[in-house]
């Protein structure tokens, strides 16, 4: 496996791309929009050099959540698609899951996909095993049933004209987002973007407050923080993604709150970097929650 670093836009490096590619390459695997949520330009481009030499493009669907409606993997020239729902279609996320994430492919890829395949025949539905080219059969081939459930229902309550307007919302508020605080916090990246953004933290580093400071303060005021120190090749990063079910309101006071934790970190810097202090519990130890997770209440010892 070979990782590509990427463009000073934040996108895959032609350059490299073309130096790493060769007989030998399997899949090139590809998020688009990527996870600095900025849409790969050259992704035609990336499809037909990769197809070259015999190589499959693989997209990691996280974040279709921002072309729904707009843009279709296919026509991008990808091969293979795996769709988070847990991102995109309103389904559960978070605490191990449950989580599903189904796999699309192209007709030349169909005969190879695992059974039993289901398939309609006349008025009913029945599982295929005669695939002489399938891979076999994998583990929890019926998936996590209740999730594909809610996934569409969430796709046919919505219709085709909901989900391209449930892509436009996030892609707006995002942008809102961003352009609202690129001045009080290190936008590495500043080019329009799709669903989510990146900051960093690196200008209120310089004051001893780190990134995981802005994010417990965050809850002081009553609002969830971020995901924290991703996309590892941002400093001190703070991954903003709106989605498109939050109100202007509520935009509007996250952006106070990070503002006015901005103009903390310059002013009392102290004041961000003992918080949260409205919690039950201020700050406990994450490194051995994790280690060693407690899963169940036992009543004190008298």
């Known amino acids: ?24 390459v399997a899949a090139f695997m590809l998020t688009n929009p990527n996870t600095l949520g900025l849409f790969e330009e050259n992704v035609v481009r990336i499809s037909e050099m990769v197809h070259r030499v015999g190589g499959l493009l693989y997209l990691d669907g996280a974040n279709i959540n921002a072309i729904m409606g707009y843009a279709r993997p296919r ?15 309103s389904t559960p996320h978070g605490g191990g899951g449950p989580g599903s994430g189904p796999i699309l492919v192209t007709e030349e890829l169909e005969p190879y996909l695992p059974v039993p395949v289901v398939e309609r025949r006349g008025g009913h539905y029945a599982l295929d095993y005669d695939r002489p080219l399938s891979i076999g059969r994998v583990k929890a081939f019926y998936g996590n049933f209740n999730v594909l459930v809610k996934a569409l229902a969430y796709i046919l309550a919505m219709g085709a004209e909901g989900l391209k307007q ?11 987002l961003k352009e609202k605080l690129k001045k009080s916090y290190y936008l590495p ?4 973007c799709m669903h989510e953004f990146v900051l960093s933290g690196e200008w209120q580093a310089k004051k ?3 990134t995981l400071d802005i994010a417990k303060r965050l809850m002081d005021f009553g609002l969830h923080p971020p995901t924290v120190y991703f996309p590892l090749i941002v400093k001190e990063a703070l991954m903003i993604e709106p989605t498109e079910t939050e109100s202007k ?7 106070e ?3 006015k934790i901005a103009q903390e970190a310059d002013l009392t810097p102290e004041v ?5 202090t409205t919690t039950p519990i201020g700050r406990p130890d994450e490194v051995r929650a994790a280690r060693n997770p407690v899963l169940r209440w036992k009543p004190e010892e008298r």
């Open 1 to 24: 496996m070979v990782e590509l670093k990427s463009n000073p836009k934040g996108q895959v490096d032609l350059k490299l791309l073309e130096e790493a590619l060769d007989k030998d």
């Open 75 to 89: 026509d991008m020239g990808f091969d293979v698609v795996h769709l988070n729902l847990h991102k995109t279609f």
């Open 166 to 176: 449930a892509s436009f919302d996030a892609v707006l508020n995002a942008n809102y």
């Open 189 to 192: 990246y500043d080019f329009p």
């Open 208 to 210: 001893g407050v780190k």
């Open 249 to 255: 309101d509520t935009l509007d006071a996250f952006a």
């Open 257 to 259: 709150a990070m503002i």
């Open 272 to 276: 961000v970097q003992s918080a949260p």
